[in-house]
Each structure stands twice: as structure tokens, then as C-alpha cells.
């Protein structure tokens, strides 16, 4: 490689606006696989003894806003996956739809700078800002996969992967 | 907000060079997850009427290294799914070894304004480039989602989801 090409990969690849929007474009899509589960599955069905997508739809809320204002605020209270336990979808959704707004606020605190600085997350994970971020889209995104196979096994055809803002 | 907060989301979020090290890390997990399947199941296990892990794998293969390819040569060829039909495990991690040095090499040859830049992949996926790449991604750890539940219904520990580039 010349060293034309190697300066390129230090360059920006994308900004946290466009972060932002494609994080919450996932969020949308988690939120109709929670949607097209009929209400007993999302809290009872699971494949191979994993948990159920109601659970793990929980965890993810568990993660997004709470992580943003640890950030935000600098604390490093403990990740609590017992602070909420819906017993309806409806109540589940609702509280999806408070975390889309409490994400994009605390989100959008966050100084540019700080991205690529280490926090203790959760008093817990120590990596710099970007990638606790990128763990949290992945996260999701890897439950949800999970989600979709469950969907399958129940004979439901889940919403389009690729379809990020559709209703 | 004020006009301080807003202006920070337009800021970089990550570089490129931490973007394809993300990329790797994911493509080095994705590897011992084919690892982990028997030989047997990967090319014949399934769940819900889907694809086997095995053609999942050639799905990702299919795309990245070529997709790359099209970007910096700029050409719009058709994604071909067909053009590689492993019969082994062992051609498949091969080939998907092969497709880490591509990946490498192409996307260190991407300037930095294209990932802003719209282009045609593989002539049917008009969108900035940035977000082609996160959508390679996005669709690997969708898939290998899956095939953590393929791999829990045949009774074997998948890898820890965070570690991306263990051995």
C-alpha cells in the first residue's frame, strides 16, 4: 500500500448523527419483531432453552438509555436487568418507545470528544465510548436474530430485516 | 437543546481504520462459530424451514470482499451466491481466511470522502457507502445470531458473544 492508503483508514467513516439514526432504525425494527409476537409467545416461547424475546427485549432496555446517561452523567451504577418486568406487550412497548426518546436525548449529550474516551460502564466495561455503542447495536442485533428464528418456528413471517423505518 | 448539544452530533462518531477492526473481530467470531458446528450439522443442521449455518456462511462470503471489490473498482456486477459451493468445513474456513485478507486490502483502498458517497452495489443497492458496509455487518451478526440457536439446539456452547478475536 502506499501511504495515501494507509492515511485513508484513519479518517472518518461515519458521524454520531448518522450513528444515532442508524441505531434507532434498528430499534425500530426490534420493536415490530416484539410486536409481531403473539402476546403468550413473546413471555413464554423460547427454542433450546434460551430465554424468551420478552426477556431478552428487557435486556436491551436494560442497556440503551441507562448506559447513555451513565455516560452522560458519569456514573457507573451497576447494569439492572431487574428493574423492569413488564407482564403485558403493551407495557413492554410503551417502555421501548420511553427508551427510543430517552436514547436520542442522552445521545445527543454526549461531547464529540468524549467517543473515543474510556468509560467504566456500568462500573463494569472499560473500553472507549464508540465501542460500548457499537456493542449495544450489536447486542441487539444479535438477539434479534435470535428473535427471528423463534418467529419462524412459530410460523410467523418476521418484518424485513432491511427495513429500518418502515410502520 | 441548545445549539452546542445539537452541533455535537455531527461529529465523528469512529474512524474507518476502528470501523474495519470492529468488522474483523466480528468476521473472527463469526469463524469459530463454523468452527463449533460439527461438520455434519453445518452443512445440513436447521431450524424453522431456514438456511443451514453453512449457506449462511457463503451468504457472507458472497458479499463483503466482492462488495468491496465493486466499490473501489467501481463496478456494478450482480451479487453472485452461487459462485462459491463449499462441500467441507475446511474449504469453507479457506475461503473465509481468504476473504479476511481481501477485506483488508480493499477496504484500506476506500478514500475516505466515498464512505459518504453513494454507490450502486452490486448494481440493486443504491445507498451512501457507509451504510452498505454497516449493513454487511448488521446481516453477519443477524445470521450468526441464528446460528447461536442452531448451535444451543444441537447442545453445544457457542463462543462468548464479546470475544472478537480470541483463538
Known sequence: MTSTQTSTATGKFMNSAQLLEHWQGHRNLTR???EAFPEKDLFEFSLAGM??????AVELISIGGPALRGIVENKTDALDEEAFVPS???????????ETVVIHDYFNRI????????FNLFGQYEFPVYQNIMYFIDNEIHHRGQGYVYLRALGIEPPFFWERFAV
Open 51 to 56: 430465554r424468551t424475546f420478552a426477556k431478552m
Open 111 to 118: 461531547p464529540e470528544e468524549r467517543f473515543q474516551e474510556s
Open 32 to 34: 415490530r419483531v416484539i
Open 88 to 98: 403485558t406487550k403493551e407495557e413492554l412497548l410503551a417502555k421501548w418507545d420511553e
